[in-house]
T-cell receptor, first 113, second 114 residues
């Protein structure tokens, strides 16, 4: 099945550093979503993006919907230990088989205190 | 509070046995999904159901079965035909309207073959 290209696969950073990750696709999406998965838990929605070029923030998190509608990025500023987890991007097109998200393989973030 | 409940949290299966993972939601969501998660492989779709009494295979349906007799419930059976069932299993749901917020996920079931 179709998957998004998410990079990097993993990151090891020092507390206080900024983090950047991105997703690219060969297909256009109407919606981009970013999820965070804590160890041993299900993913939780962080940010949803609905328009090309849209830039949205949620606390220390900022995400953008690429102009071409084929990519998105997520930035985390001033990382803290609780940022540890796996971050997934997801693309969705409403209409047709709506609700079927396409996921990236995730970026595993480790933060050293 | 509304949400999705997966049970059990941990499940151990002997080789050759079928096991059933439970997924219940009280969000009044229409569609429900099952994903398998292995380290480094992301989320792979097993089965999904958009309405009661109907479901479709995902990318890795072989060795699994599901039912959708009630809107709230979407149990997944891992059969003995699934050769490598050890994994983390996630259930998710989404409404027909208001779906722009994506899926709500359960907290997962970790299945281990012993």
């Amino acid at each position: 099945g179709q998957q998004l290209n998410q990079s990097p696969q993993s990151m090891f950073i020092q507390e206080g550093e900024d983090v950047s990750m991105n997703c690219t696709s060969s297909s256009i999406f109407n919606t981009w979503l970013w999820y965070k998965q804590d160890p041993g838990e299900g993913p939780v929605l962080l940010i949803a993006l609905y328009k090309a070029g849209e830039l949205t923030s949620n606390g220390r998190l900022t995400a953008q919907f690429g102009i071409t509608r084929k990519d998105s990025f997520l930035n985390i500023s001033a990382s803290i230990p609780s940022d540890v987890g796996i971050y997934f991007c997801a693309g969705m097109n409403y209409g047709g088989s709506q609700g079927n998200l396409i996921f990236g393989k995730g970026t595993k973030l480790s933060v050293k205190p | 509070d509304g949400g999705i409940t997966q049970s059990p949290k941990y499940l151990f299966r002997k080789e050759g046995q079928n096991v059933t993972l439970s997924c219940e939601q009280n969000l009044n969501h229409d569609a429900m999904y099952w994903y398998r998660q292995d380290p480094g492989q992301g989320l792979r779709l097993i089965y999904y159901s958009q309405i009661v009494n109907d479901f479709q295979k995902g990318d890795i349906a072989e060795g699994y079965s599901v039912s959708r007799e009630k809107k709230e419930s979407f149990p997944l059976t891992v059969t003995s035909a699934q050769k490598n069932p050890t994994a983390f299993y996630l259930c998710a749901s989404i409404p027909r309207t208001g779906y722009l917020y994506g899926y709500t996920f359960g907290s997962g079931t970790r299945l281990t073959v012993v």
